[in-house]
């Protein structure tokens, strides 16, 4: 596994790993596949695709591994994609979302997280439809990862609302006046967000100093613990798509919950529970492969069809991605992620 242990992206990369090993220890102690134990060795990308792209050479051909799960970093996954397919190493990604990377014809790699394309087309649904938002601004991270924000602006729009505007950030900024002072001025109700947790947590405390009231939004990273912990009581309210919330009544899901919590001492967040689903798929293909031949593991990747996981049923299509029909809104209340509830349903 190459994943993001350091840098701005380590609280994906931490669950992805905490995800992996505790789906790992259980197939391993249930005998394993074909009576052999799963090895997994973890190489850290540093969320910086050059680094990415080292650990995954190093991964491939020092370490001669037959298949890889892949980096949580969107960024990460083009910088070394190449590499999989030359070497015809099969990769299955359980938290990457960036659009590019099913976009580019690649035959060797899975993706079990949900498109970020699908992400925004489906909240920009959700404002509309359940939220009635109607004044709503973009605020999004100006880079390739953060450009998949405008897909809800596209979808909006086809609903027949025209954003008021799309303002940018650079990842890591510490001061967001300009862009919300500008939103302010034009009357938006509603904020959509496209970035990473920690400039999630700081445009949402940004917004409780200029006291603007208005609905914070987010795509799916910010789905994280770590968003809580840096943002306080000043996220507490924001909305966020994802494909798995800790606080489920479903018995897969709350036996998951406390599986996850006995061994770390936390709730998982969605990645972590995608991650858990990418291994459970990933042992289900090493069965059917019977082995560790990589072209064989490829193969029974691509014949996956109605996985039943822990986020929903999954199913690879030709690009490579699972097609989710079922999402879950989110909302942060009480300290910790809830499914969102609209009034009319409370």
């Not at 910088?79 to 990377?101: D, R, T």
């Not at 990273?221 to 968003?227: E, F, G, I």
């Not at 064989?296 to 699972?322: H, M, V, Y």
Request: proline share 4%; with cysteine.
């Amino acid at each position: 596994m190459a994943a993001p242990l350091t840098g701005n992206g380590a609280s994906f990369g931490i669950s992805q790993r905490d995800g992996v090993q505790l789906a790992m220890e259980e197939i391993n102690a249930a005998g394993g596949v074909g009576g052999r134990q799963i090895e997994l060795l973890i190489e850290d990308t540093k969320t910086e695709p050059p680094v990415a792209v080292t650990a995954v050479n190093k991964l491939i051909y020092q370490q001669k591994v037959p298949v890889l799960i892949g980096s949580a970093a969107s960024l990460d996954v083009p910088a070394y994609m190449e590499m999989l397919e030359k070497a015809q190493i099969p990769e299955i990604l359980p938290v990457a979302v960036l659009p590019k990377i099913t976009e580019s014809n690649l035959k060797w790699t899975f993706r079990n997280a949900m498109n970020d394309k699908l992400a925004a087309a489906k909240m920009a649904e959700f404002a509309y439809n359940t939220l009635g938002a109607r004044k709503v601004a973009l605020l999004i991270e100006d880079s390739a990862f953060g450009a998949t924000g405008l897909r809800f602006a596209e979808r909006l729009k086809e609903l027949g609302v025209e954003a008021l505007t799309v303002e940018r950030f650079k990842r890591g900024d510490l001061d967001f006046s300009p862009q919300l002072i500008k939103i302010r001025s034009l009357g938006a109700t509603h904020i959509q967000f496209w970035g990473y947790y920690a400039d999630y947590a700081q445009v949402a405390r940004k917004l409780k100093e200029l006291n603007m009231k208005v609905q914070l939004m987010g795509n799916q990273a910010p789905v994280t613990n770590k968003t809580i912990e840096l943002g306080g009581d000043a996220v507490e309210g924001a909305i966020n798509i994802c494909l798995f919330v800790p606080s489920s009544e479903e018995p897969k899901a709350k036996s998951f919950v406390e599986k996850y919590r006995a061994k770390y001492g936390d709730l998982p967040d969605t990645w972590a529970a995608q991650s858990y689903d990418g291994m459970m798929i990933l042992a289900a293909a090493l069965r059917t492969a019977g082995g560790d031949d990589s072209k064989k593991i490829r193969e029974a990747l691509a014949a996956t069809k109605d996985f039943q996981g822990l986020t929903g049923t999954i199913s690879f299509n030709d690009k490579g991605d699972a097609e989710f029909k079922e999402t879950f809104v989110t909302k942060i209340q009480g300290g910790r992620f809830v499914p969102f509830i609209a009034p009319a349903q409370r």
